[in-house]
């Protein structure tokens, strides 16, 4: 009896064993797709966390991905299965991109998409007294009918270069807020040229400081300008 | 002679089980209940109902926005509600964590009321013509109440009136799903059907025709705002070209004169709750005595059938319940929508109390029910928040609220335990940032917290009292509303005074759509509507934009022996943001891959 129970658990274990040993005969996601978002007023589109993605639909597939844009204006995902898939840009400050278009994603695919922000912020100026921090910039829009109204401008600062939406200090950025509520077309170039005071910044430390315009599109985005370091002497 | 007898055993045994064997199996299945059964009897009919009523989308005590509604014995977290997303309240949630709902597809418990509809006609022999058409009635309101919980979710969906056959072709399960508006008229048309068919009085927890029209209040009033700032405030995408969210500016009137002709309709039958002289003591019972003329439709709970709820466990400290913890408090953004409370003197500096209690002088009766107090009493305990001590106090509060925390000259503790110079520190109610079972604003909810009940009872799953969907408070502020938005504030302004009567508040002697929403937000506090009214106002990405909440701190001041209250951020200072596309819920993905129909998704999903 004892021996047909074991003889029983021997062919049990093979037949587990043996089971499973075909292999997955689809390839694994070792597709990429990476590339830069322009900027038509030059240079690539500065964007911020949560905001800018590519937002990917594979052909033959019903729900979307995404892929968000770095803060540089570039993005990139290298676990993707190699399909034909729709793109677009989106959910960032700028016109919206209707047309999508099909890419054929491989490995190591590259695509740059141009779009037309908003607003561009120009002039972009810093100067440090004391600990009291000075930002000066202009406000300009590549085309200023039709834009969504404008809600407010900011600084955001931080204290890794990862500074944005979302990735700031509260008391110096998102607390400082001016509210502006207005069209652009409405706009003096008294108001289109701003200058925003941070004061009370720590001495001796290091922040990443950037300025930002929010408007009330469809997702609340901001265009942002470069980020610039600001060492506060001790 | 051992192995003969065996052989005889084994070949009887053959031959007896192949004899057997050919026995047809006809005999019905007995734990699954055929159609005669069910509708045999009226009493069949309403044990079916029973599971489409449990199921109804009510907001109640036990919803959770990011999770769903709950039915079983123990869903005790009452505090995840929606209040705390919007700055009612704050809690345990981070953020606008139930924005993107929990994917509500209730096309199962529609294919029971469906499969109700069609079967009652067939059976007017055994339950009479009038018991069918009243049991139609119900059918029909019903349905419109789930098809109401997908389309303030969804914008269109697909409107399913038949049960589907199972084995009907995959193209003709796959429905496309209807434009909002039709949706809508949908609904209404439904809650007419409702209306005119079922009677006048129903069991407790069932509807009768003024739950129909009541709800149709609601839900026309829904379309008409959708209508009027859903053209004005949206996210383009294919869905809304197509009509699948959104609907023309040009119907609004249209729906705003039906939710006032509905609310209109209640008139005469159902009155406020006005049962105590006291204005308080009048608020907080309309909320817990049962044979209010007020409640239209309510949702009751048993302990003995493991249904109750736990909203006075969770809803009040520790200290005063037998079990469990609190972690949503009422904010002091709340509250100043009664108006500033006096806490600060003309120059600025902080008005200093003798008691806690003194700060309830004056204030609207109304707002006392709704709100525990520092200073009140409850099952015997005072409520004595008291965030710490300052030794002495000199100054304007502003400036004192301003300073970084370090530099401020106040003594905290991290519990109860802990005293200055012989004094308690803490309040035994809090406020503290240790954790967030103690207030992190200085309030408590009192509104449908059951006072009467000991202390030792007092525990998770123990409470009974019924959650009052439907109330004519409710349609008072739905008709005020809808005639404000028709051009009409004599009606408008009528309605809002008879709720501020009751109140114990004074009068309005002029109107306007700012002060008919207020008034809303006071009378319907915590009750799981002002989410959705900021929603069909569109102003929930204007309200909720990077909002931070306050509270009310209470301190003791030593060396005066006074105390003084600070509005400072709540202790957790967290911050809530809405999206613009949070206006509308994507359908959930597990659908879409079932029926790919369901695309084009709703904007920016």
């Known amino acids: 009896m004892k021996k047909l129970i074991s003889n029983f658990l021997v062919v049990a274990a093979i037949l587990t064993i043996s089971a499973c040993t075909k292999i997955d005969n689809y390839d694994g996601p070792n597709a990429s797709f990476q590339g830069n978002i322009i900027s038509s007023a030059g240079g690539n589109l500065q964007t911020s966390g949560g905001s800018t993605q590519i937002k990917l639909q594979q052909i033959g597939w019903t729900t979307p991905q995404t892929i968000p844009s770095k803060f540089d ?108 509520n207005k069209n652009f077309t409405d706009l003096t170039d008294a108001e289109k040229s701003v200058t925003l005071t941070v004061p009370n910044m720590i001495p001796g430390r290091t922040f990443f400081v950037r300025v930002g315009v929010r408007l009330s599109d469809s997702f609340n985005s901001s265009n942002f300008s470069e980020i610039v370091q600001i060492d506060v002497p001790k | 002679m051992k192995s003969i007898n065996k052989l005889i055993i084994a070949i009887s045994i053959t031959v007896g089980a192949s004899v057997t064997s050919c026995q047809k199996l006809n005999i019905p299945p007995t734990n699954i209940f055929t159609p005669e059964v069910i509708y045999s009897s009226e009493a069949g009919v309403k044990s079916f109902l029973a599971t489409i ?88 309101f019903l349905r419109a109440y789930y098809y109401f919980g997908l389309a303030k979710r969804y914008g269109g969906v697909p409107i399913i009136k038949e049960p589907q056959d199972p084995a009907a072709p995959l193209s003709t399960l796959q429905v496309h799903r209807n434009k909002e508006q039709e949706t809508w008229d949908f609904i209404g048309s439904e809650l007419d059907l409702g209306y005119q068919m079922m009677p006048e009085t129903s069991d407790a927890g069932r509807a009768n025709k003024y739950a129909a029209i009541a709800l149709k209040s609601r839900a026309m009033l829904y379309a008409a705002c959708i209508a009027k700032y ?10 809304r070209s197509a009509g699948l969210v959104g609907i023309p500016a040009d119907q609004a009137s249209k729906y705003f004169q039906a939710a006032y002709d509905a609310a209109k309709a209640l008139e005469g039958h159902y009155s406020l709750y006005n049962a105590n002289s006291d204005k308080v003591q009048n608020y907080v019972d ?48 709340l509250v100043q929508l009664w108006g500033n409370l006096p806490v600060t003197n003309d120059d600025g500096t902080p008005k200093r109390f003798n008691s806690r209690a003194d700060l309830m002088q004056g204030l609207e009766p109304r707002l006392l029910a709704t709100i525990y107090f520092p200073g009140t009493t409850l099952r015997g305990l005072t409520f004595d928040m008291q965030r710490g001590i300052y030794p002495s106090f000199s100054g304007t509060a502003a400036a004192e609220v301003a300073k970084q925390p370090n530099s401020r000259s106040y003594i905290l503790a991290g519990d109860t335990k802990t005293l200055y110079q012989g004094k308690q520190i803490i309040g035994f109610t809090g406020p503290w940032t240790g954790g967030d079972e103690l207030t992190r604003t200085g309030f408590y909810v009192r509104k449908y917290v059951d006072y009467n009940k000991p202390q030792a009872t007092v525990d998770l799953n123990r409470s009974e009292q019924p959650w009052i969907d439907l109330r004519y408070g409710e349609i008072l502020l739905n008709r005020a509303e809808a005639a404000m938005e028709l051009g009409n504030p004599t009606d408008a302004l009528s309605s809002i005074n008879q709720l501020r009567t009751r109140a114990g508040a004074t009068l ?77 819920e994507g359908i959930p993905g597990g659908e879409i891959g079932k029926n790919p129909n369901l695309l084009p998704n709703n904007p920016n999903y």
């Open chain 2, 286 to 333: 309309l909320f817990l005595k049962s044979g209010s003329p007020e409640n239209i439709f309510i949702k009751q709970y048993s302990i003995a059938n493991q249904t109750a709820h736990s909203w006075d466990a969770t809803m009040s400290p520790r200290y005063m319940t037998a079990n469990a913890l609190s972690r949503s408090y009422p904010t002091l953004d």
């Open chain 2, 508 to 584: 309005y002697s002029s109107i306007d759509l700012t002060k008919v929403r207020n008034e809303r937000r006071m009378e319907l506090a915590f009750e799981n509507q002002y989410y959705w009214d900021l929603k069909r106002w569109r102003t929930a990405d204007v309200v909720l934009d990077r909002a931070h909440f306050k509270g009310l701190m209470p301190y003791y001041v030593f060396n005066e022996n006074k105390y003084i209250f600070l509005a400072e951020p709540e202790l957790f200072n967290r911050e809530y943001t809405f999206q613009k596309q949070f206006y509308y």
């Open chain 2, 53 to 140: 009523y449990q199921n109804l989308p009510i907001e109640d005590f036990k919803y959770r926005p990011d999770q769903g509604f709950k039915t079983g014995g123990n869903d005790w977290e009452n505090f995840y509600n929606e209040a705390g997303v919007i700055g009612e309240e704050v809690g345990p949630f981070g953020g606008m964590d139930i924005a993107g709902g929990f994917g509500y597809w209730p096309y199962g418990d529609i294919r029971n009321v469906n499969t109700l509809i069609s079967e009652l006609p067939k059976h007017v022999s055994t339950l009479t013509q009038s018991t069918v058409n009243a049991l139609l009635g119900e059918a029909h």
């Open chain 1, 73 to 180: 204006g570039t993005f990139e995902d290298t676990k993707l299965f190699k399909s034909a898939y729709k793109v677009v840009p989106t959910n960032g400050a700028f016109w919206p991109v209707t047309d999508t278009i099909v890419v054929n994603i491989a490995q190591g695919t590259k695509h740059d998409f141009t779009v037309t922000p908003y607003i561009v912020i120009k002039n972009f100026t810093t100067s440090l007294t004391g600990t009291t921090l000075t930002l000066k910039y202009d406000i300009t829009a590549p085309i200023a009918a039709g834009l969504p109204t404008i809600k407010d401008t900011q600084p955001y600062i931080n204290t890794t270069k990862l500074v944005g939406a979302g990735a700031s200090i509260r008391e110096y950025s998102d607390a400082l807020a001016v509210s502006i």
């Open chain 2, 230 to 239: 859903g053209s004005v405030n949206f996210v383009d995408g294919p869905a």
